[in-house]
């Protein structure tokens, strides 16, 4: 009997082995909860030059501000990794979205970095994210000072720095730039094969995650602990030669000015990892 889809579970290349067991909770017929994540979130928000950003922004989406929030995650003893761990690096401008059904606010995410395939795959082919893969080292800590690299082909395109020792620059402002989303907004692209239309190009949102009064894991959450201080982040410009997949994105980041740092932040919390929630936008 040949290969058939089943009615119901969730898919991933190769299909051929049927659907993912860990997704679905076949006995309830709902997503999969598993346990949330110990994550460590460095963050720096900044000002930039609005044309330059507003030219990445599809036409379904609105700019709000030139505002650029660079997010390093390390999630560690991730449920539905088995345990494992990972870390990603997320660019973001602050949007809109004002369509016939949806009307939303969210961090529209420019690139979304991970240094392993597995989440890259189920991300891009799912949920729309932008993912793409780059080296992310687990962050170095020296005396409060907490530093990430991001390397593609061994060339360093870009550094965080957060200092837990220097007072935030604007406090207010970094706090209502970071609590303003309602979620996050991607632009699901999947290009055509043999032709020039894309198999799939429109709009995605994962809202914010809300703890419901039921989840299972209530026990396993961590104390969230947040430090607003002051950071950097540097981009760095690299030819083709050395950066051949991602150089014009790397090329671009680093064109974009860092006029002024808004505030850094440095977070500890429990990520449910819970992405059954994203839509489609309309």
């Avoid at 706090?175 to 979620?183: C, F, I, K, T, Y």
Wanted: glycine content about 6%.
């Amino acid at each position: 009997m040949p290969f058939k889809f089943e009615e119901v579970g969730v898919y991933s290349n190769p299909v051929f082995f049927g659907p993912k067991p860990w997704e679905i909770d076949y006995e309830h017929m709902c997503y999969r909860l598993h346990q949330p994540a110990e994550t460590t979130v460095m963050t720096v928000a900044y000002e930039s030059d609005y044309d330059k950003l507003e030219a990445l922004v599809p036409e379904c989406f609105k700019l709000v501000e030139p505002v650029v929030t660079v997010m390093a995650c390390q999630f560690e003893r991730i449920g539905w990794l088995a345990g494992n761990s990972y870390n990603i690096y997320q660019v973001s401008i602050p949007c809109t979205f004002d369509g016939e059904r949806d009307h939303v606010t969210g961090d529209f995410l420019l690139c979304l970095f991970e240094n392993h395939c597995d989440p890259i795959v189920g991300g891009r082919e799912g949920l729309g994210y932008t993912k793409i893969f780059c080296n992310i080292p687990n962050f170095k800590m020296l005396n409060g000072v907490w530093t990430v690299p991001t390397s593609s082909w061994d060339f360093t395109f870009s550094k965080l720095t957060v200092d837990t020792n220097k007072a935030c620059p604007d406090e207010a402002r970094l706090l209502e730039v970071l609590n303003r989303s309602q979620g996050k907004m991607n632009f699901k692209f999947i290009p055509g094969t043999g032709k020039a239309e894309p198999d799939a190009a429109y709009p995605v949102f994962n809202p914010k995650w809300k703890m419901p009064d039921n989840y299972p894991f209530k026990d396993q959450m961590i104390e969230t602990k947040v430090i607003n201080c002051d950071g950097n982040v540097e981009w760095f410009s690299p030819t083709w030669e050395e950066m051949p997949t991602y150089s014009h994105l790397a090329q671009y980041m680093a064109a974009c000015p860092v006029k002024k740092i808004i505030g850094a932040q440095l977070k500890y919390y429990s990520d449910p990892c819970d992405f059954s929630h994203s839509i489609q936008l309309k």
